[in-house]
């Protein structure tokens, strides 16, 4: 035993409880002796590189290009989308992709380049692969955007595990990096390593902390040349060490950036997409999924706190937000409602009549959402455990015994979700909370979590998952392990409510759970880094192809100064998902606790984030259908504007509206980076040009919002009906926006209405646009910023 494993036993058993503790104690020695004997050691290795083009041989889309010591496949799809895998890696199996591999552009051609190697042409990009084995991706008119270096393995030499390997890449000096999933110190994601391992911290996090639930393989590179995004379909632990370039470096050339990607195992495959950001991101999205699509009830205010006493308390604060003129759309409860913390219960005594209250909010416009853990209680007594010990659904060792780990509940098993068979029955489970009267879930601990008193906190990486039939175990597992969970939930759901869309939200996840939901920030913490921590996660999750997330306002516990929960207030109110939680030890955190002037000006953000209601559904169709996100960086339609990509501070709410949050304390006025074009001040009304840096109020009474000269936005009026808030074109510009009707809850798909907008004169004209020609909107117009003209 080593004395520093000691140290942390005793540290457990003394903070977490004498039972909780000695269970965590006994949890890590358990794991440590899973993987010593069901991990074979590694041994001597064997370094590889793909040696010396042989030859080539044409295929659909491209073809395979053959090497001494390798091979390697590319292919060229119709949505302009370029696959690589090495060593035979094809693009499928994957836990990403939506579907089978999209069809190969039959236009695309594999034929001999220079110096001996070979590249595919296709209308949207060129791929070159040398003659050892880099391969460079260039624009149509031949300028490259990336190069990949032959990529190097280290296989054991006695057999026993997976070969590890290395791929470092070059980019443009200029370019940026961002993505990567959830990272609380981006968006812009600077020179460090990054690791790629799902990781519940174990506590409130800051910007400094790495890696947090979601990790993804999933770079998006911006620079002069063009935008491009590369994706590691590769599940297993790993590494992302990024630099950025250096112009003028050395005598008479640029140091380009760089990007070294190290896996401990898996395929060396990957998809490169180029092209505008909205591009990419629609291409992205025809990969890996359309994003499911939230009720228009779950893009209100949501509330949440652990510790809710029982059903007077959520009555008494129900009846707080109403009083108080506070819109409320629904109210989470977290894992102590549950009898004994054991998933799919509920605590009689504090909840007896659960389904009257769900009733009684329902009526009101307020929708329950209840947690839900993957770690079951792995006691006699628990009707999940005795029904999933019976079905086989849960985690296996080696030798074939269930792998036991630490939950909330205490001594826990782990349902498998890579089992199809096991998906079905956890999402069948879902029908006890419907009766129960909940209508969304949120998913947490689901990295997964295990607690342990020293080591990682997670399962054994020697337990063996299902993984669809083809067997493997929790190095390759493990970052899937929440997606497969989140797509448990959303089937389940999807047949026992088939006229509804279900409402999933997931603490973690990997490339593509878009496609079953969305994504919270977990337990940030509370303060002016969290605050920021915040934007950084939405942004980076929707860079990545998860456009519905946001923060828990307030940070998970501590006492936030009112100063910071309003800030905190006014920035989630212009995010996707408005969620106001407190943790365990944080006490009351409704906005009234923070004094008058706080409640008043959190009312007025919340009234402003009804009036927006329909264009956040909007923006949720179109995420949906064109894979932009609804948070965008102010980069997104200028990425070629330097000073744009180093902005960090402010945020495009689709493309109509700019939003500067305050994220310092003390700050009355502050800068605001805008891109080109005219912006009013929504608040004034005032005009400005971009692109360029303006200083302008910001009181605690709101944050700096502006609209693009020529937007259409929707927003609800005074008597509850959409109307058209359009802001006037500059002189010789136009303008125009869609708009998107609320068709309920269901699955119906509403037409897109096209609205476009002209100045006449001094007058601003706004028309519909219809198959037949254009017409005469048939909602109200109101005509906002025609003094500036």
Known sequence: MEARDLVCSVKAVGSSGAAQGLRTVRAAWRRRRADAKGLPARGAERARVPGVVRDARPGPGGGVVRFSRSELRVLVAVNGAVFWGWDGAGPEPSYALAGPCPEPDPRAVLEPDKEGGWRVVAERVTVTVSRHGAVEVCTPGGVPLRRDLPPRWWEPTAGGGPARWTQRSEVAADARFFGLGGRASGPRLRDGTY??????PGRAFGPDDDPLYITMPVQLVVADAGTHLVFHDNSWDGAVTLREGVEGAGSDHDRAGTSELRMDGGPLRCWVVVGTPARVAHAWASLTGAAALPPAWALGHHHARSGFGGEQEMRRIVAGHHENGLPLDAVHLDSDHFDA?????????????????????????????????????????NAVYRAGAAGDAFVRDVPGGLVRGVGRPGEAVFPDFTHPRVRRWWGGLHEERLAQGFAGFWHDMNEPTSFAAFGETTLPRSARHCLEGRGGDHREAHNVYGLCMARAGYEGLCELEPGERPFVLSRSGWAGMQRYGGAWSGDVATGWPGLRASLSLVLGLGLSGVPYSGPDVGGLDGAPSPELYLRWFQLASYLPLFRTHAGPRAGHREPWEFGAEVLRHARAALVERRRLLPYFVTLAHLARRTGAPYVRPVWWGAPEDRALRDCEDAFLLGDGLLVAPVLEPGVERRVVRLPRGRWYDTATGRAYEGPGQVLVDAPQARIPVFARAGAVIPVLGDQGAVELEVWAPAPGRAGGGLVVPDSGDGWDEPEFERYAVRRQGRRVVVECEREDGTGVPSRPVRVRGTAAG
């Open 341 to 381: 913390h054991q998933v799919f219960t509920v605590d009689q005594d504090r909840f007896p009549k659960l389904p009257v209250l769900a009733e009684e909010l329902r009526r009101d416009g307020i929708r329950l959402v209840s947690i839900v853990d993957p770690a079951v209680r792995a006691t006699p007594d």
């Open 195 to 200: 690791r790629l391992w799902n990781t519940d």
